[in-house]
């Protein structure tokens, strides 16, 4: 009996194991599979192959702790996704566009989630974490060092596949101090600068801050050593700018980031007060039931969405019920957050930082499969609470 239940364990673990995994590390699996003779040709369907096995595997475990409601919640979710069709027809071709990635990749991130427990987890995701940070660097260099043509100035998708395994390595190293903790973060901070992209910059220095604020218990004498060392920061800032400028520059990663702060850019909008200006003005001439999802795309000719979820969200669905679902998912969050343990909370507050943070400046909720984890972790931390109680 003892055995069965470990091997289930194992298999669970295996599964999240998997999930987290999936980028970047999956990525250079599927590149290196493409090398092999005769197998590498069916490279693509590699990674959804490992996926179902995994899922499958996992089911039983997986089931229990998914409720009759939670389906319900994915039918419902689908269901208005499919009534847009007949609501709003002049959004087909965007809905047609995404429906695949909402459906399929994203949302049932929710089941995900409402079935993950950290605390048998988190070991091995650090594990993932590390591992993952290592191969993103080595791959990036080799790209570099083999003269491969790539968008040097900004890798947007580079930086979030990044984000997440970063913010786990910061949460390992604050509980652990060690050499080869502090090297990763250090070494993943690094990277993640040299991707040029300023979102995922600020969802972590958004992590950090938090984590410090609502979660990490230090003694004095480490308050005072990190006020030092953040002093240091700021009094030699230009030193520094200007050395990690050059680093960059030697390992051939964007200085886009380093660039846009000493030319006075790095708070421009980048075309976003011109979209905001017209997602304002949407929302003003909003019909009761807003534009459906998708609108968005609509006002733009298909040619790019609005970078805010709350504007999203408000062009989708009116400003009635566009405001209840954005406070509803508020409220969700607060109550996570106040209910959660101190390993829930961290894992919490990664989870925004990925899943949904981000969605504030770029990105779209229907291709974000973190951001529905994250509601169904919330939803499973709440109902942990209520069990207890």
């Known amino acids: 009996m003892s055995k069965t239940k470990n091997k289930k364990q194992v298999i669970y673990r295996a599964f999240f194991i998997v999930l ?23 490279h693509e369907s590699l990674v959804p192959t490992i996926i179902v096995i995994s899922i499958l595997l996992a089911s039983n475990k997986l089931l229990r702790r998914i409720k009759k409601r939670d389906f319900v919640f994915y039918s419902v979710l689908l269901f208005v996704y499919l009534m847009n069709y007949v609501w709003f027809p002049d959004n087909e071709p965007f809905l047609d566009e995404y429906f695949y990635s909402f459906a399929i990749l994203a949302l049932p991130y929710y089941f995900a989630g409402v079935s993950f427990d950290i605390r048998k987890c988190w070991s091995d995701l650090f594990r993932v974490s590390f591992i993952s940070i290592i191969c993103f660097g080595l791959f990036k260099f080799i790209l570099i060092s083999s003269n491969y043509e790539f968008e040097k100035d900004s890798d947007m998708t580079g930086a979030y596949q990044l984000l997440p395994h970063l913010l786990l390595c910061i949460w390992a190293m604050f509980q652990k101090r060690t050499i080869w903790r502090i090297g990763i973060v250090v070494y993943g901070v690094f990277l993640l600068l040299g991707q040029g992209n300023r979102g995922s910059v600020l ?26 060392i953040g002093g240091t920061l700021i009094v030699f800032y230009k030193e520094i700018n200007d050395y990690l400028f050059s680093k960059m520059e030697e390992f051939g990663l964007s200085t886009r980031l380093f660039s846009m702060y000493l030319e006075g850019e790095l708070t421009d909008s980048t ?22 999802i998708t609108g968005d795309r609509y006002f733009s000719g298909g040619l790019a969405y609005i970078h805010n979820f709350l504007f999203e969200i408000l062009i989708a669905f009116g400003p009635i019920i566009g405001s209840f679902i954005f406070i509803s998912l508020l409220i969700l969050l607060a109550i996570g957050l106040k209910v959660s343990s101190r390993l829930e909370l961290t894992w919490l507050l990664i989870l925004i930082c990925v899943g949904f943070i981000p969605l504030f ?10 951001f529905f984890f994250m509601i169904g972790f919330c939803i499973s931390v709440i109902r942990n609470h209520q069990n207890k109680e």
């Not at 003694?219 to 030092?228: D, N, P, Q």
């Not at 400046?361 to 973190?370: E, K």
Request: net charge positive; proline share 4%; glycine share 8%.
């Open 20 to 42: 987290w995994s999936l980028a970047p590390l999956m990525n250079y699996v599927r590149i290196m599979w493409m090398r092999l003779p005769v197998i590498g040709k069916f």
């Open 203 to 228: 969802s972590l220095l958004i992590f950090v801050v938090l984590f410090l604020l609502f979660v990490y218990q230090t003694k004095f004498r480490y308050k005072f050593l990190s006020g030092i």
């Open 271 to 292: 075309g976003r007060d011109e979209m905001f200006s017209q997602a304002i003005n949407a929302v003003k001439n909003s019909p009761l039931f807003g534009y459906g």
């Open 361 to 370: 400046i770029s990105g779209t909720f229907l291709t974000t499969g973190w």
